[in-house]
């Protein structure tokens, strides 16, 4: 598990507690050859937060420019995309899904953090001559804000697309 999802599963698991709210988030041990569905699961009664959300995370400072579909996402051995995989389990399973993006900026400067809507991802991947995510266009997605050491959950801000003028 990265830090990135351990610090997410805390901030959701504090987020409930702190609330008086049903609902737990945590992260299905990965098995060698075996694929997970997601990296973070959230379970709740309330639809709003019962979720799964896959977690990428690049690095910004080093020269990463993009999250490409081929490169950041894997492909089974029957071929089948990641992106392909976790739409049918989003689909199959209600929960909302979501890409957090985690960009690294180097050392001495805080991390971003950004949620992209599964939807909005799957249209991505799914357009004709899409490759990939630019840094530029995943930072016109909701950020993921934080405080001290959590991140401040908002699934219903998360869902929002910023409109750029």
Not at 11 to 40: A, C, M, W
Not at 66 to 82: I, M, V
Not at 103 to 126: C, D
């Amino acid at each position: 598990m990265t830090e990135f999802e351990r610090v997410l599963v805390q901030s959701f698991n504090t987020f409930f507690e702190e609330n008086n709210f049903k609902g737990i988030s945590y992260r299905l041990k990965q098995h060698r050859f075996t694929p997970q569905f997601l990296d973070v699961l959230v379970d709740s009664l309330d639809p709003d937060y019962y979720m799964g959300i896959e977690c990428k995370s690049i690095s910004v400072d080093k020269g990463a420019k993009a999250l490409y579909f081929t490169q950041h996402f894997t492909t089974d051995k029957n071929g089948l995309h990641q992106i392909e995989r976790i739409s049918d389990f989003l689909l199959r399973s209600g929960r909302t899904g979501f890409l957090a993006v985690e960009l690294r900026l180097g050392v001495g400067r805080a991390r971003e953090a950004y949620m992209i809507p599964w939807t909005e991802l799957y249209r991505k991947y799914n357009e004709e001559g899409t490759p990939k995510i630019t840094v530029d266009e995943i930072r016109e997605y909701p950020q993921i804000e934080r405080e001290k050491n959590k991140y401040l959950i908002d699934p219903k801000g998360w869902k929002k697309l910023r409109v750029i003028e």
